[in-house]
């Protein structure tokens, strides 16, 4: 449940002491806090809960998920005085930018000082997902033996602990159903972690360790998987051998999403490869399927019997040639999402538009960012005829090196629902490489064609038109991200003036500078974050921008070699004033 960022009282202007100037509930406290127990979604809580003093106090006892979009917005003691039923909380770190290394080591987030409070005031915590969050194996070794009713924990793009940390979970939390390990910066001490759980432990529903790299305990896990026979989800890492995850999909042909491990050539013989076809095809409530590292052509037909029921398939980890990518597509008219390397290049593309008609979510990831030969990766082709054949697309990640403005009218045209529309031209400053004309029309054309568009990042050669169409058009805008694009403040001041609700702005190496930042001081406190890196920002912008708004937390990373400009800045809202725990790099203005 997500939190109210600013953990606003009901009418937030009105005295809670003067019960005379609210609104009371209609309802008696039993029946409104037995309705508002059945509503889950985020928004709706928030809005129940500065209804009046009655909904406001019958939210709070009721509340039992917690969603905290960023770990400095409120402090583990605020939280607790509001909610006193915390059972699972998702919480946030360190900017996005930090996924691109723009945020140093060290910067905080540090999960210990919420640790020590929830085990103070929610011992009955069950559930803990974190994402960019600093995580220590001691405070993997603390939350395993706190809460003894723990059952689920996720870490997304986390760092500081290792296969200890893990290891300390398994060994303690005996009800656990969920260990999702996504994307860490992680050390992998050993692959023994596996045989720390106990062997009469049976309740795990979900295990992913595909990120981690070291060799596992191959026994150990077929024994635990044969154990867990409510087990839905499970992603291995690439050292699991085709062999190897045959014996583990005859133990679990229960399994719902499945992430393989390696797909080497000459691992298998004629019957191996029968039975790994034979236990594909008794996996009949298979989803969704990922992993495939060094995936061989041979092997890939042995998916088929499982590809009609798939509705998502994650083949970024691996770089497959368009041809067995075209014909695994065949067999897999229910997909909704897809996510792929650029190697698949239009052709691919070409038979995602003939084969996947329901497809809602394309990422198309890089296999070589760095890689500049023209002849490599997607075009504007291959994504034209992804919107032809696929109607119902939505939601769109795409990484290439040429588009032209013509290219993406077509493509919002034929797909008029984007809710998020993210174009990557990865050399800066890329116009349309047919006309040299910028691209201020092409995402023109997505705001204006686009109306439920929710999250945007543009790039390539902008200027101010660009963000005038933003600002004009993007009325349900949430999250824009802005790289190498603009030509003034202007641009940005139109984008703050006319998106009311926007949350989360991000901006790097553009030339917007302290007008651009100033111009949005009454907006800052109604969004998430702003992030601003390499722009035109100067030290004394920030500082007006800290006094003039002083409910807002104004971080700045401060490079060395300058002493006049922000290099990055970081503005969020709080109510727990600036926090106590910055680096030395980090001014607080």
Wanted: hydrophobic share 40%.
């Amino acid at each position: 449940m997500e939190m109210n960022p600013s953990l606003k009282k009901p009418r937030e202007s009105v005295d809670l002491s003067n019960s005379s100037e609210l609104t009371q509930s209609a309802f008696p406290d039993e029946v409104l806090e037995k309705v508002l127990s059945l509503v889950q979604s985020h928004k709706d809580r928030n809005s129940a809960s500065l209804v009046c003093k009655d909904w406001y106090n019958a939210e709070r006892w009721t509340r039992t998920k917690l969603f905290i979009g960023n770990c400095y917005s409120v402090t583990p003691e605020i939280v607790a005085r509001r909610f006193p039923k915390i059972k699972s909380v998702t919480l946030k770190g360190k900017p996005r930018f930090s996924d691109f290394n723009l945020v140093p080591e060290n910067w905080g987030a540090d999960i210990q000082a919420w640790l020590d409070v929830f085990a103070k005031v929610y011992p009955f915590l069950e559930e803990l997902r974190l994402k960019r969050m600093a995580v220590s194996d001691e405070s993997l070794e603390f939350l395993a033996k706190s809460f003894l009713g723990f059952k689920a924990l996720s870490l997304l793009s986390c760092d500081g602990f290792s296969t200890d940390g893990i290891s300390s979970v398994a060994a303690h939390c005996k009800n656990l159903t969920e260990l999702d390990i996504q994307e860490n910066g992680m050390d992998d001490i050993c692959g023994s972690w596996l045989s720390c759980f106990p062997d009469d432990f049976t309740s795990l529903e979900v295990l992913n360790f595909a990120c981690m790299n070291t060799e596992i305990s191959k026994d150990a896990l077929e024994r635990l998987v044969g154990r867990c026979k409510s087990l839905r989800v499970l992603k291995v890492n690439k050292n699991v051998t085709l062999p190897q995850l045959q014996r583990l999909l005859v133990r679990a042909p229960q399994l719902m999403e499945l992430g393989t491990g390696c797909f080497l050539p000459d691992q298998l013989t004629s019957r191996q490869y029968a039975e790994l076809e034979s236990a594909f095809s008794n996996c009949k409530h298979l989803h969704s399927l990922s992993g495939f590292w060094e995936a061989n052509r041979r092997y890939l037909p042995s998916l088929y019997a499982a590809c009609a029921r798939l509705t998502f398939l994650n083949l970024s980890y691996e770089a497959i040639r368009s041809g067995e990518f075209s014909k695994l597509l065949a067999h897999c008219p229910n997909l909704r999402r897809l996510w792929v390397l650029d190697t698949v290049k239009d052709k691919g593309l070409e038979a995602v538009g003939t084969s996947c008609p329901l497809l809602e979510e394309l990422r198309v990831f890089p296999a070589d960012p760095f890689e500049e030969d023209m002849d490599h990766g997607v075009t504007e082709s291959g994504f034209v005829a992804v919107s032809a054949g696929c109607p119902k697309l939505q939601y769109v990640l795409y990484f290439c090196r040429q588009m032209t403005n013509a290219a993406v009218a077509t493509i919002v045209r034929n797909c008029p629902n984007f809710t998020h529309f993210r174009l990557c031209i990865m050399n800066p400053g890329q116009p349309d490489y047919l006309t040299n004309e910028p691209m201020d029309e092409a995402f023109g054309a997505v705001v204006k064609t686009c109306k439920k568009l929710q999250r945007l990042s543009v790039s390539g050669l902008l200027t101010d038109l660009t963000f005038e169409y933003i600002g004009k058009y993007a009325k349900n805008l949430e999250t824009l991200s802005v790289a190498f694009a603009g030509s003034s403040d202007w641009g940005m001041q139109c984008v703050l003036d006319g998106c009311s609700k926007l949350r989360k702005l991000e901006i790097r190496d553009s030339p917007f500078g302290n007008a651009a930042l100033l111009s949005g001081m009454g907006k800052y406190e109604s969004m998430r974050c702003l992030w601003m890196s390499a722009c035109r920002v100067t030290m004394n912008g920030c500082r007006i921008l800290a006094q003039e708004r002083p409910r807002l937390n104004v971080e700045v990373i401060k490079d060395e070699h300058s002493d006049d400009y922000a290099d990055k800045l970081y503005v969020y809202r709080s109510v727990a004033g600036p926090r106590k725990d910055a680096p030395p790099f980090v001014v607080t203005l």
